[in-house]
Every structure is written in structure tokens, then in C-alpha cells.
């Protein structure tokens, strides 16, 4: 039997119904691999810290309150090990990591220090207490550490400073200069342990200068939400313009 031939219309008809049912081609992913969405440059609230370092002097005033009660400083060392030389009331710790946000305008995060610490050593009855595991939680204002390899307690707080002041962009690098008071129930801990009575609740315990390296590949300006700052660059156009 001969072959029946279509029509052209019902062969166009049927091609048409075939291509209209057939599932579209796939689109390729705009996903970066690993399944993790690029949000390195914006919306990334939490920057991390490679290093840097902090120094941590006490104020003349507890300085003299140490000294008169036969208090002296002393480094410990990584190893946990007390220098045999005292302090001039300056002690130098390394950072070792953590992570900077922008915690409603003001610096957040947390900065963990090396396993070194200082050591407070009444000269006379030989007691010592040991201060190590020094954490500063930048959100809540509060540095805190264990005493004598106890717990972690809050030693004391400080006042958090503007992100947009603290934090340098272009050094990337998070700078911090502040004063913390001890709290009531660590100048009572300290006292106990020394046998003295040199520290007051709410009364001055360090001042910190902070010096911590930041991600550099990180867009700072982006990540911290720190506005518009005027390059250096800009600012030294300024001045020439000032100056004409």
C-alpha cells in the first residue's frame, strides 16, 4: 500500500505542537561554585581580623594605689610563665583574631588576644593573679578574662567608639584609644586574691591602644557601612585649593 503524504498545513501543525511541548533549555547558574552567594563586597557584616596588636597601660592613679600596697605588673608570657622583671604599669599583647561589624554606627565584634597576659604579684605576701584569655566583645563595651585560669569574667567596660572614626579604610586597619573601668565584682575578685584593697568598682583600670589588621580584601567602605570619606587624595586638594 502506497504511503499517504500529509498536508503541508497539518505537517506545519503538528511541528509547531511538538517545539510548543518540548521543556525549555536550562539557563546556566549565575552562582558563583559552592553554592555561596557573592557577598563579599556588600552585605558582609562581619570583617575579619588578621593580627595587630594592643597596649594596655595602667592610669597613674591605680598605679600609685598598686605601689603603695606592695602591688607590682609582670608580664606572662605564651607559655604561661611570669616574667621576672615588673612592669612599668605597660603591657603589650598581640591580637590573634576576630572579626570588626558595624554595630549601629558604633565599632562591634570581638578581638582575642594572644595566650600571654599580666600577672599581679603582691611583693609582700607573695600572691599572684593571673589575668590571660583577654577577649574584648566590641558590641557589648567589656573586656573580659579569666583570673587565675578560672572562668572568663568581665574585668571591666569601655565606651564604644564610631566606625566611621576607628576604622581606616584604606590602611585597613581598626585603631582604637579608650579607657576601661573596672567593674565592682572583678575589683572585689582582685582585691580578695591580693589581700589589698587597690581597686574600686567603677574606678580607672587600663587604657588600650588598638592597632588591628583587617582584611584588605574585604571593601571596608562597603562592609562597615562607613558613608562617604573623603580620600586623602581629596583632603590634600582641599588644602591646596585653601592655600591659593
Known amino acids: 500500500m502506497r504511503a499517504r503524504h500529509l498536508p503541508t ?23 558563583p561554585s559552592g553554592g555561596r552567594a557573592a557577598t563579599r563586597l556588600a552585605g558582609n557584616t562581619e570583617v575579619p581580623v588578621e593580627g595587630g596588636s594592643a597596649r594596655f597601660d595602667a592610669p597613674p592613679t591605680l598605679l600609685a594605689a598598686l ?33 570588626v561589624t558595624n554595630s549601629g554606627g558604633k565599632v562591634g565584634g570581638e578581638l582575642r588576644f594572644t595566650r600571654a597576659g599580666i600577672a599581679l604579684i603582691n611583693i609582700k605576701t607573695k600572691k599572684v593573679v593571673k589575668v ?15 583570673l587565675d585560669r578560672g ?8 565606651t564604644r567608639p564610631r566606625t566611621t572614626s576607628s576604622v581606616d579604610p584604606e590602611a585597613a586597619v581598626l585603631r582604637m584609644d579608650t579607657g576601661i573601668t573596672v567593674t565592682a565584682a ?22 588600650v591602644r588598638i592597632d588591628a589588621a583587617l582584611d584588605p580584601s574585604v571593601d571596608l567602605a562597603t562592609a562597615l557601612n ?12 582641599k588644602v591646596a585649593d585653601s592655600a591659593r
Open 226 to 237: 562607613l558613608g562617604h570619606r573623603a580620600s586623602r587624595t581629596d583632603e590634600e586638594g
Open 186 to 207: 572583678a575589683a572585689a575578685r582582685l582585691n580578695a586574691a591580693l589581700g589589698t584593697r587597690c581597686f574600686t568598682g567603677g574606678g580607672p583600670l587600663l587604657h
Open 132 to 146: 590571660t584569655g583577654l577577649v574584648g566583645d566590641l558590641t557589648q563595651g567589656t573586656l573580659n578574662a579569666a
Open 67 to 99: 605601689k603603695a600596697r606592695g602591688v607590682a605588673i609582670a608580664e606572662i608570657d605564651t607559655q604561661g610563665e611570669i616574667s621576672p622583671h615588673y612592669s612599668t604599669g605597660s603591657v603589650r599583647l598581640g591580637i590573634k583574631s576576630g572579626v
Open 9 to 31: 498545513a497539518a505537517v506545519l501543525a503538528l511541528t509547531t505542537a511538538l517545539l510548543a511541548a518540548a521543556p525549555a533549555p536550562a539557563r546556566p547558574s549565575t552562582a
Open 151 to 158: 572562668r572568663k569574667a568581665t574585668l571591666g567596660t569601655f
